[in-house]
């Protein structure tokens, strides 16, 4: 252990598409992994022609050419953590899990990153089993929303809302690892809070917050499991790491006004914390 190693800043990797606008993908990963007190490195997915009101266009990186670009950084920097974004096809998927299961990083967190806010499919329906098959085994977190949890069941929305607590159990189960974590996010679920569920075997933890009127939630999803695999690599518990990463983007969303990126579904003001003396 090199010296001061106690007092090292983690390093955390985002593997995951590029959104050109920077509200979500691997460059909103990089912003909220800075921001939540990391050092953060990225292995890009795909490359998308994206901006705040959809997506136009996904060029693939080749399985690989993403297998080449992890063993080049496992080869040569201490990870403390990774998280999983969008992958786009099965061999992507087969790439990123052959590198976890030969490096295996002390914790994964898993954002199955499946459409886009703008309702544009991100992950090929061919790729849905490898990811259930090849890398939920290796998360310890997995982070769908309403919609990505009933893909990954294969039932509908309505079901996952009749049953939050049930559908976020059924996914635990497909995990297959009893020490593994789900957080269902609420940003879906109709009312005036936006809870998220926590749930590992018979834990089961609710984090409320107040829902913000904002067309501003571009890339929520990937900020929010950026900044948990941040917080996490930091504080190395759980519950702490998703309160805070849940506060962070909380006051990410209500600060995105400050911001003037687009005029489709903007982002969310990743450095709101730490931009604030600024001028």
């Given at each position: 252990?090199?010296?001061?190693a106690?007092?090292?800043?983690p390093n955390v990797?985002?593997?995951?598409?590029v959104d050109?606008?920077?509200?979500?993908?691997?460059?909103a990963?990089i912003?909220a992994?800075?921001?939540?007190?990391?050092?953060?490195?990225g292995v890009?997915?795909?490359l998308?022609?994206?901006?705040?009101?959809?997506v136009?266009?996904?060029?693939?990186v080749?399985?690989d050419f993403?297998?080449?670009?992890?063993?080049?950084?496992?080869?040569?920097?201490?990870?403390?953590?990774?998280?999983?974004g969008?992958l786009?096809n099965a061999?992507?998927?087969?790439?990123?899990?052959?590198?976890?299961?030969r490096?295996?990083?002390?914790?994964?967190?898993?954002?199955?990153?499946?459409?886009a806010?703008?309702?544009?499919?991100?992950?090929?329906p061919?790729?849905?089993e490898?990811?259930?098959?090849?890398l939920?085994?290796?998360a310890?977190?997995?982070?769908?929303?309403?919609?990505?949890?009933?893909?990954?069941l294969?039932?509908?929305?309505?079901e996952?809302?009749?049953?939050?607590?049930?559908?976020a159990?059924?996914?635990?189960?497909?995990?297959?690892?009893?020490?593994?974590?789900?957080?269902?996010?609420?940003?879906?679920?109709?009312?005036k809070d936006?809870?998220?569920?926590l749930?590992s075997?018979?834990?089961?933890?609710?984090?409320?917050a107040?829902?913000?009127?904002?067309?501003?939630t571009?890339?929520?999803?990937?900020?929010?499991?950026?900044a948990?695999?941040?917080r996490?690599?930091?504080r190395?518990d759980?519950?702490?790491?998703?309160?805070?990463?849940?506060?962070?983007?909380?006051?990410?969303i209500r600060?995105s006004?400050?911001?003037?990126?687009?005029?489709?579904?903007?982002?969310t003001?990743?450095?709101?914390?730490?931009?604030?003396n600024?001028?």
């Amino acid at each position: 252990m090199a010296d001061g190693a106690e007092n090292r800043i983690p390093n955390v990797l985002s593997i995951a598409g590029v959104d050109p606008s920077g509200g979500a993908g691997l460059l909103a990963d990089i912003k909220a992994m800075s921001a939540c007190g990391t050092y953060a490195c990225g292995v890009v997915t795909a490359l998308t022609a994206q901006n705040t009101k959809g997506v136009d266009g996904i060029f693939d990186v080749t399985p690989d050419f993403v297998r080449e670009q992890l063993e080049t950084l496992f080869a040569d920097v201490r990870i403390d953590a990774v998280k999983i974004g969008m992958l786009s096809n099965a061999g992507v998927v087969a790439a990123v899990a052959e590198s976890l299961e030969r490096h295996r990083p002390g914790f994964v967190v898993l954002d199955p990153v499946m459409v886009a806010k703008s309702m544009d499919r991100l992950l090929a329906p061919a790729a849905v089993e490898a990811l259930k098959t090849r890398l939920l085994p290796l998360a310890n977190l997995i982070t769908p929303n309403v919609p990505e949890c009933a893909d990954l069941l294969g039932i509908s929305e309505g079901e996952v809302l009749a049953d939050l607590e049930g559908s976020a159990r059924a996914l635990w189960r497909l995990m297959g690892r009893r020490d593994g974590w789900v957080l269902l996010k609420g940003g879906h679920v109709p009312g005036k809070d936006a809870t998220d569920l926590l749930l590992s075997g018979n834990v089961v933890v609710q984090f409320p917050a107040e829902r913000i009127e904002t067309k501003n939630t571009h890339g929520t999803g990937c900020t929010l499991s950026s900044a948990i695999a941040a917080r996490y690599a930091v504080r190395g518990d759980m519950l702490a790491a998703v309160k805070e990463a849940k506060d962070y983007i909380t006051g990410a969303i209500r600060h995105s006004g400050e911001l003037s990126v687009g005029h489709g579904c903007g982002p969310t003001h990743h450095f709101w914390s730490v931009w604030h003396n600024v001028k």
